[in-house]
């Protein structure tokens, strides 16, 4: 598989056409899984990583998955193509920044990935649009059940599957779902919120999940711990606070207009103003303004955006979308090409065809 044929699409996590996808981006389910006859991949020599990314490349490529399965060689990649799967949420950045033979394996909707010799030997992931936890566990398991058939998973019978990390421990998934939580932001909730959510054992992370900031108000709500409960109870336990948060954040929302219209209202209209005539401007002031802006399209006080284009630019002005765009090749002309590139989205048309001819 190219990576530059992923350039001029955007994954189905992205379309904004699941449930609640007006304030959940997506929901996640990951999990850890290593083979039964190799070291982790922490204590595994150069030699055991080429056998383990071997195998497992060679026994996934035969399995079933949605559209087919693509396998990029992650070790031979630029680091430009590496960033890019990152900010596609389709490897970690623990993975790009990796050591040694290490692969990933994609379906044609973006939907599922495999990443081998991230830190563990295989990391399954399945992606879905909105809030739709169910249907990614669903989703992710055949997978599972699939791979397992082919290759031997270390596993204990009182501890469960075997990984590097002792968190992970137990059934090895991590549920998560990305929130759009502006109004929360703006009325000083998000704090509080943040608070009891740790209470109940939930983790909060940035948008590219572990040890990430959060940027534009986009923030990655998980389960902290895998082991003593089973994969049913945690995906539930993510589940049920889901639609907690989406009540807050919509009654903030609901406040801002009743109380403080103007004010957001121009709020977002500033926003909107400076992403179709700014000259210059950096990716963290892209992901507030835009985030604005989404906010103010769900809110009906810009009528004439797509939340998916939203979505979009969202994506493709991340720096390594945009050097893959629009050839750009350094921080200061990232900042330049960006401004142009949403000018030119904003002034109609397709930007990437507009970049990809200029």
Partial sequence: MRIDTLTDTIGEWLRGTGPESDIV???????????????????????????????????????????????????????????????????????????????????????????????????????????????????????????????????????????????????????????????????????????????????VRGLYGEGSQAMGDFYQISNQTTLGRTEEELVQQVADVVPVLIDYERRAREFLVRETQQNVHDQVSRAYGILRTAQTITNEETMQLLSRVRMGVLLGLIGDVKIADINSLLMRTQPAHLRKLCGSDGAGADDIERARYLRQHFEGGDASTRAAAN
């Fill in 25 to 203: 981006m997506s929901s996640r389910v990951r999990l850890a899984r290593n083979l039964a006859q190799f070291p982790f991949v922490s204590r595994a020599t150069d030699q055991d990583r080429a056998e383990i990314e071997r195998v497992l490349r060679e026994r996934i490529s035969g399995v079933p998955v949605g559209r087919g399965l693509d396998y990029i060689d992650v070790g031979r990649l630029e680091e430009v193509d590496r960033r890019f799967l990152v900010e596609r949420q389709l490897i970690s950045r623990e993975h790009a920044d990796a050591q040694g033979a290490r692969g990933v394996a994609i379906d044609g909707a973006e939907q599922v990935s495999l990443m081998i010799n991230e830190e563990d030997h295989l990391r399954i992931q399945c992606l879905h649009s909105g809030l739709d936890l169910r249907g990614a566990w669903e989703q992710i398991k055949i997978v599972d059940d699939q791979v397992e058939r082919v290759v031997p998973y270390a596993f204990h019978p009182r501890w469960g599957y075997l990984t590097a990390c002792p968190t992970n421990v137990g059934t090895g998934i991590r549920v998560s779902v990305m929130l759009h939580l502006p109004a929360l932001v703006i009325t000083r909730q998000i704090d509080k919120v943040f608070r009891s959510l740790h209470k109940i054992s939930l983790a």
